[in-house]
């Protein structure tokens, strides 16, 4: 699911920056260029939520009371957010 997620993103975006981009620059390489970095960066943005998750799963040890500090994947990500999201920035 993620690799389908990660080429349909990043697929869509260059797709979108070099039909746009040759629009105004006509063919040069520079369009092919700065469209895989904005697709190969939107991708990446995209997926780093999703293998914080998938490490955190994987690495987690047991608190000193003997429970797993997290039960699931929605639970690990509820309380990434609940807990480690800046809101007063």
Known sequence: ???AGLVSVASGT????K??????FGPMWIVRF???LAGVFTAFALSMP???VKTRLH????L????????GTMDCFMK???YECDKHK
């Open 1 to 3: 699911m993620k690799l």
């Open 14 to 17: 260059y797709d979108w920056m």
């Open 19 to 24: 039909e746009n981009a040759y629009y105004f």
């Open 34 to 36: 700065s469209a895989t």
């Open 50 to 52: 999703f293998d914080t």
């Open 59 to 62: 690495t987690m040890r047991p």
């Open 64 to 71: 000193p009371n003997g429970k797993l500090p997290y039960t």
């Open 80 to 82: 990434i957010i609940k």
